[in-house]
């Protein structure tokens, strides 16, 4: 009797559940069609998910890996997993990037960690994303074509500088921590004109710790990586409080221009209600401004010397190019917007580094409604990544992928959506333009000093999220004889 009581509980409990499912079914079907299937793949484990391995492809420098062994093992160009601690949906090649790209603020929308919220805290209560929407409405003005003129020979400048410093007179250097503080250096100055070096020095060190706090676990135990980006960014803030200050001063005396740099701009810009920033939100703003301007390209700009370095045949193409222009210029005379035009071969050469070198690897986004792409259903709320190796290094996009050719880029160049190296759509990256000018000064008088060597040839690539020599790229210079 009682295993028939047992038995009998047990059918009520199936039959319950599947007219819960029924009805479930039916309402996600809209009234009896077949409901479409999630994408396939899996979730990994508990909490985790696939974060992990995620992570680990890019660390053993392949963070391809992690996209294509799910691309062959589904046979699919999007596929399910769980990164970060969200469900998620991977998009693949030129149509997942056209979908996403097409679709921002429609379907879908720009996402970022919690953690991102507790380095970047924002005065206004106000999340990263909010944020950054701002931000977008204010820098068109700063990266416009007649701004960017102005902003060549500040880059000279600043680049003879930097390589007088950091380069002549040495046999050999480490190059990717020279290239962080040439772009640094840059970007402190054209953001919020400070260029003594002694102070982007002062700055550069909590900044290369709120960089791999990013990165890390978000664990906020002190000693932690985490816990040191946040500190550096609160150090950060209050500098910045104080360099905001004392520009508030200078401009009611006269002493600083109201079209100097994005800090005055900012101090003397109302938004559509009247009000003005407050020196905190105005603090948080620059300090955003100042680790996107600076880190992708000093990645970019050190793969240029590894891919030179290995390839005399394409260092000489970019040698010949560089030294018309400087035999065009008189003595202590500054390179100038023309100049920039005329360096298409090297512009080709680091754009075929940006294709196998991404600095930004990808992004993701969040679905703001259940949405079909492919017959596979994304439900509201799920992250959306997208991978620029899934295009950038995919034989159907660029053939024979592994190979540098600078001459993919001639004429009209890759087919749409396949070269995404700063993203698309509108949240492509603001200051493409401002990197390709400080990415090309640079080349220009790298290559007009010196012929250089590996002297780790077979150094590790370490993807944590950007590309890193893992011991930074030391290299052996031969300056140029005259």
């Known amino acids: 009797m009682e295993l028939f009581y047992v038995s009998l509980l047990s059918l009520f409990v199936v039959l319950v559940s599947l007219a819960l499912h029924l009805v479930f079914f039916k309402n996600k079907s809209g009234g009896g069609g077949r409901a479409a299937p999630?994408?396939?793949?899996?979730?990994?484990?508990?909490?985790?998910?696939?974060?992990?391995?995620?992570?680990?492809?890019?660390?053993?420098?392949?963070?391809?890996?992690?996209?294509?062994?799910?691309?062959?093992?589904?046979?699919?160009?999007?596929?399910?997993t769980h990164l970060l601690?969200?469900?998620?949906?991977?998009?693949?090649?030129?149509?997942?990037?056209?979908?996403?790209?097409?679709?921002?603020?429609?379907?879908?929308?720009?996402?970022?960690?919690?953690?991102?919220?507790?380095?970047f805290p924002s005065s206004n209560q106000t999340s990263s994303k909010e944020e950054a929407i701002k931000m977008r409405k204010m820098l068109p003005n700063f990266f416009k074509p007649e701004a960017l003129q102005r902003y060549v020979g500040i880059m000279d400048h600043i680049a003879r500088r930097h390589f007088a410093d950091g380069w002549e007179n040495k046999s050999e250097v480490v190059v990717f921590p020279l290239a962080k503080?040439?772009?640094?250096?840059?970007?402190?100055?054209?953001?919020?004109?400070?260029?003594?070096?002694?102070?982007?020095?002062?700055?550069?060190?909590?900044?290369?710790?709120?960089?791999?706090?990013?990165?890390?676990?978000?664990?906020?135990?002190?000693?932690?990586?985490?816990?040191?980006?946040?500190?550096?960014?609160?150090?950060?803030r209050k500098k910045l409080?104080?360099?905001?200050?004392?520009?508030?001063?200078?401009?009611?005396?006269?002493?600083?221009?109201?079209?100097?740099?994005?800090?005055?701009?900012?101090l003397l810009t109302c938004d559509e209600s009247g009000k003005f920033m407050h020196e905190l939100d105005i603090a948080d703003k620059i300090l955003g401004?100042?680790?996107?301007?600076?880190?992708?390209?000093?990645?970019?700009?050190?793969?240029?010397?590894?891919?030179?370095?290995?390839?005399?045949?394409?260092?000489?193409?970019?040698?010949?190019?560089?030294?018309?222009?400087?035999k065009s210029k008189k003595e202590g005379e500054l390179l100038n917007w023309?100049?920039?035009?005329?360096?298409?071969?090297?512009?080709n050469v680091a754009c075929e580094v940006l294709r196998l070198a991404p600095p930004l690897q990808g992004a993701f986004r969040e679905?703001?409604?259940?949405?079909?792409?492919?017959?596979?259903?994304?439900?509201?709320?799920?992250?959306?990544?997208?991978?620029?190796?899934?295009?950038?290094?995919?034989?159907?996009?660029?053939?024979?992928?592994?190979?540098?050719?600078p001459s993919r880029f001639d004429g009209s160049g890759p087919a749409p959506y396949t070269f995404?190296?700063?993203?698309?759509?509108?949240?492509?990256?603001?200051?493409?333009?401002?990197?390709?000018?400080?990415?090309?000064?640079?080349m220009h008088h790298l290559v007009k000093r010196f012929k250089f060597e590996m002297m780790i040839p077979d150094e590790k690539i370490v993807v944590n999220p950007m590309p890193i020599p893992a011991k930074g790229l030391p290299v052996r210079l031969f300056p140029h004889t005259a």
Not at 53 to 65: I, Y
Not at 253 to 258: I, Q, R
Not at 259 to 265: K, Y
């Open 181 to 236: 503080n040439y772009t640094f250096w840059l970007a402190c100055r054209l953001f919020v004109s400070v260029e003594d070096p002694h102070l982007v020095d002062e700055f550069a060190e909590p900044f290369n710790l709120l960089a791999s706090g990013l990165i890390s676990i978000p664990v906020d135990l002190p000693g932690t990586p985490f816990n040191k980006a946040i500190k550096a960014s609160n150090f950060i």
């Open 420 to 442: 995404v190296p700063f993203g698309g759509g509108p949240r492509m990256c603001p200051g493409k333009e401002y990197a390709r000018l400080e990415i090309l000064v640079f």
């Open 338 to 347: 023309d100049d920039i035009q005329k360096m298409k071969y090297s512009w």
């Open 367 to 405: 679905a703001l409604s259940d949405f079909m792409y492919n017959g596979f259903s994304i439900p509201k709320g799920w992250k959306i990544y997208w991978s620029a190796n899934s295009t950038h290094i995919n034989p159907e996009c660029f053939p024979d992928p592994k190979k540098f050719d």
């Open 38 to 80: 999630l994408p396939p793949g899996k979730t990994g484990w508990p909490v985790l998910g696939e974060s992990l391995e995620f992570l680990s492809t890019g660390w053993k420098g392949h963070p391809e890996k992690f996209i294509f062994d799910r691309i062959t093992k589904y046979s699919s160009t999007v596929f399910r």
């Open 85 to 119: 601690g969200e469900k998620a949906a991977v998009f693949c090649g030129a149509g997942g990037n056209k979908f996403l790209f097409s679709n921002e603020n429609k379907l879908v929308q720009a996402w970022w960690p919690s953690s991102v919220d507790k380095v």
């Open 241 to 266: 409080v104080t360099i905001i200050k004392q520009r508030k001063v200078d401009l009611a005396e006269g002493k600083a221009s109201p079209t100097q740099d994005i800090l005055s701009h900012m």
């Open 289 to 326: 401004l100042l680790i996107g301007g600076h880190d992708t390209a000093s990645s970019a700009c050190a793969f240029i010397v590894k891919y030179l370095s290995e390839l005399p045949e394409i260092y000489d193409g970019v040698y010949k190019e560089q030294m018309e222009i400087a």
